[in-house]
């Protein structure tokens, strides 16, 4: 075979092999690094937490079938009872504009106005540091924490950078199903951390390991104010150990 026939023959041999490895492989999951992200919390009496969370469990069933929608969950706080959080991926703005226009939401906001003991406090974020979905599922012993860091402005992305490789190492730690760094544009020195936790077990061991003490350490003379973490579970889910 002459030397020209023999490269064509390679050249398609490869691209051959590769095309059916692609065929071979499972779809990558969707990133969403350049979607639109908003989390919101509410508070509603004590009394009232039950019809509160029937009617935010209904949204995000409805809202996660609307077009755009990258995830939806509703979450209530672990031992505040009244308080309640939403964690919204839009593929973009328009998406989200689209849904907050929807009947379905609106009906949802006007059912939890007269429960509501504080502001509905809905807040646009964008992605620092988001990895693409975990495919696994968040189940009923999954901890959401939501956490508030507000770095002071000279040292922002000393914050943000100590911050993203903590996140960044998170990842990789057993029972880690999620760890997004995000912040508010109008604000970039306020960021938005939301980790899940397969069960609680895995997110002590989290807490107590020698690198996040030693990151709590390290930023905390950065900090204009408390470092808020919360804790949540879906809503309609009891955690367990």
């Known amino acids: 075979m ?36 908003i989390v919101t919390y509410f508070e509603t009496a004590p009394a009232s937490r039950t019809q509160a969370a029937a ?31 939403i964690l ?6 328009a998406a989200a504009d689209a849904h907050a226009a929807l009947a379905h939401t609106k009906q949802t906001r006007d059912s939890l106005q007269p429960l509501l003991t504080a502001p509905y ?33 000279p040292r922002k992305d000393d914050g943000i950078a100590a911050t993203i490789a903590t996140a960044q190492a998170s990842r990789k730690e057993r029972g880690n199903l999620r760890f997004d760094v995000l912040h508010q544009p109008a604000r970039p020195n306020h960021l938005t951390l939301v980790e899940v936790w397969d ?14 003490i030693a990151y709590r350490t390290r930023i905390l003379p950065m900090l204009g104010a408390l470092y808020d973490e919360r804790l949540y579970r879906l809503v309609g889910e009891t955690p367990h150990r």
């Open 2 to 37: 002459h030397g020209l026939a023999r490269i064509a023959l390679t050249a398609s041999c490869i691209v051959f092999a590769t095309m059916m490895a692609a065929r071979a492989q499972p779809a990558a999951p969707q990133q969403t690094n350049g979607a639109y992200f």
């Open 88 to 93: 919204e991926t839009w593929k973009d703005k």
């Open 199 to 212: 069960n609680n077990r895995a997110r002590i061991t989290h807490l107590t390991s020698a690198a996040v």
């Open 55 to 85: 009617f935010v469990k209904q949204l995000a069933e409805d809202s996660r079938k609307d077009a755009g929608n990258l995830r939806f969950e509703a979450l209530q706080r672990i031992g505040g009872w009244g308080h309640f959080a």
């Open 121 to 153: 406090d809905e807040r646009v974020q964008s992605a620092l540091d988001v990895a693409a979905p975990s495919q696994a599922e968040a189940g009923n012993r999954a901890i959401f924490v939501v956490t508030h860091a507000d770095f002071i402005p």
